[in-house]
DNA sequence: CTGAAAGCGCTTACAG
DNA sequence: CTGAAAGCGCTTACAG
């Protein structure tokens, strides 16, 4: 009586009707008489039926599924995901789901051929670029995808000449607010501690921020109060004490990311200098660790629901043949602990 | 000459051969001569070629790709999910590729109706369901998957009479040495933090273990050392004030989950009580935050990269028809600060 | 409002 | 070793 695996044929044969008739009643086709349509539903219900998405998807040609490609820069056996890009990970799911899509999850190494074969293998109808960093060095990946008329959206800077749609937030300003932040308070001497490079224009952004900060405030940019460093907590707290090495006097440091900032925070508190009335400290992201250490971290936020939004909204648009319009968002500043005020010393 | 979407019979046009020895020589079969396969890849790669996954799909009733229903109990808009099962995530992943799965996340309100129509539509093989909680409530719907002949894999304890497969943590053996721990360390008072309802058997299993660590140790369990508490860093900031309001005296506390011990840390040092010198603790989980917060958190470690393993080949087996033996994964105690040493006080 | 028919792009039993 | 053919389960233009 009731099969295994039911299709649409059963459903029809069950109704009396076409199979045709029982794919437009499923779909609500407005050309098939309410009745009808009411009786193939409940039986379906009844057979426990549900479209087979492979038949559905190589007759529309769509999967309506988006892949996120997560990239990993780490060489570890068992790497960990960057966590601001695990917490976009909910909101980009959810913002699918909104839209009717399902997400498929692919890590990428980025020294690895890239899959760039969900689309072309029909897959998923898009991409999401999350965590791909230095673009220099990805450009003709980039350029493949383009090339292969893939619809992807790259979380990350707008760059001139860049391959694909790219959104992200508007890290000048981050780090504007955070170095302004730091002046308020009536630090002079503030480190900047991150890379600069060509190769990494969000973190090039935020010290472009900071300098612009420190202009502003009439001084300018001393080159001994900036340490180099990947993203990493280990490297954080090397760039902290490669800045003591240094011997050159500081108050404050803006650490363009969190892992950053949390790596510095505690080299500094090894080696004596007290957080925040020694020096303070901004970071960048608010990864869910920030609230937690001691001091809590002060930071940018970038506001992962927005930017989930923004990605998904823009893939879907690209799949539907719209034109993306990039903005940025505006990242806000978060103060906690580890700056201290006007008075902390 | 370039087709924009070549198909197989593209490829078998340009190299004189019937459709058909395209496809097998795709899938690498040994019928296809060795210079007629190695052709036909060659010529493959030029046009940028990849299977379409839907009309294979259709054609094998295989989708090559695992769900992932991610269970998450919080009301709020933008809920956060559980750190350590974002943290599985990512070994899943993995474990899923080198067997050639993809995985399609999915977050799923316990409230909802489950998407359980993932197999049933061919877009998934099988289900890995992390993070749904009282088993009790769900009883219906795992019944419901489980007749529906949906190959799953719950992580969480075993119990007796649920449908489907399980694999977890020994949780009893991991309260067990957590409160072996405290006991070594000459604590005698040791407070219990979490539910211990019929409905969260992994948390009873966890007090099981400290109830025969006590037992062992010629103590018994005092029901004033015993708060109750769903999984959350304000309820466990809550039930340590609940604690201290009822005046009992304690010199340390084993909760049930890190959450739950960060929260209580919180609370006593807000309380005034040094960790570890007055009071120790000891969590479960090893999320990321444990390492991270102030005094480091002594915790119970499941291995996410195990568990993932185990959860992965569970399903494939499934897949593949093989039977699952379940077996517990052995947690380990990892040392940190929050509970002292023996001449700490 | 409904049905008969074509066809999406594969895989694989069958025949040679 | 290779090909012709069937068929997986849908969606949709066409005809009525």
Redesign the interface.
Known sequence: MKP??PTSRDIADIAGVSQATVSRALRNSPLVRKETRDRIHEIAREL????????A??RTQH?N?IA?L?FDETDSE????N?FF??M???I??AA?NRGY??????QQLTDDWHI?YQ????ADGLILLGYGDYRKYREKLAALSD??TRFMIWGPIIRDQPGHSFGCDNENGGFQATRHLLDLGRRRIAFIGNVSHGSPELAARHDGYVRALEQAGSGKNPDLHVKAENSEQLGYDAAETLLERGVEFDAVFAASDLLA?GAMRALQHAGRRVPEDVSIVGFDDI??AA???PALTTVQQNS?DASEGLVSGVVGLIEGKTFESTLLAPKLVVRESCGSKTTR
Not at 120 to 123: C, I, K, Q, V
């Open positions: 295994e695996n426990n039926y549900f479209v087979n998405r492979n038949a998807g190589l999967s599924t996120l997560l068992y790497p960990q995901i966590p695990l917490s990970l909910g909101d799911t959810r789901a399902d997400v498929l999850v692919s890590l074969e072309a293998s029909h897959r292969a008329n949390i869910s660790l937690h250490v001691t629901h």
